[in-house]
């Protein structure tokens, strides 16, 4: 059995979430948001991600998504095809007694998923930096937004940001 997908992700107001695969600010609150969502859950994301964060994240298992036959890293799941990622994710939330399997990016791993998500978790980061990595567009009509809180900047967060919920209209 295939659980919901949920898609977590900073997206700054140009489209960037990244560049030289790393984060462009500095939101300490995103980035609590970012552990409540997948803690517990399985993460899907693709091997740059992966290696940008450096290891697997306490609490939660991850799968990683890549080409790269030879890819191998301690304490993770290896998938080599979106279809059995979510299955290698599906399986996993079964075992961890969750309701989802979370997508964690980068941008092709974002772009792979968004048809297939239930909920999108975004924050929309009220800055435009220069980058490399840009979430892809999608149809927002086939979501509603069933929750926004907007958070000003502060000695945690270097820019203001709105979190947004969007959930996948019947």
């Known amino acids: 059995m295939t659980l919901p997908l949920i898609l977590v992700v900073a997206v700054a107001e140009n489209g960037v979430i990244g560049r030289d695969n790393q984060l462009l600010w500095r939101l300490k609150t995103d980035l609590g948001r970012f552990r409540r969502l997948t803690m517990g859950r399985p993460m899907i994301m693709g091997r740059k991600t992966f290696q940008s964060i450096g290891k697997p994240l306490p609490g939660r298992e991850t799968v990683v998504l890549t080409r790269d036959p030879g890819f191998a890293a301690e304490g993770v799941h290896v998938a080599h ?90």
Not at 125 to 147: C, K, N
Request: charged share 30%; net charge negative; aromatic share 8%.
């Open 81 to 170: 095809s979106w279809e059995e990622a979510v299955a290698k994710g599906s399986e996993l939330a079964a075992r961890m007694g969750t309701d989802a399997v979370a997508v964690a990016g980068g941008a092709e791993i974002y772009a792979r998923a968004l048809p297939h998500v239930q909920t999108i978790f975004l924050t929309e980061v009220h800055a435009a930096p220069e980058g490399d990595a840009v979430f892809p567009a999608f149809d927002r009509s086939q979501f509603r937004e069933i929750r926004r809180e907007d958070h000003p900047k502060g000695p945690d967060d270097e820019h203001p940001f709105t979190f947004i919920d969007l959930e996948r209209r019947p």
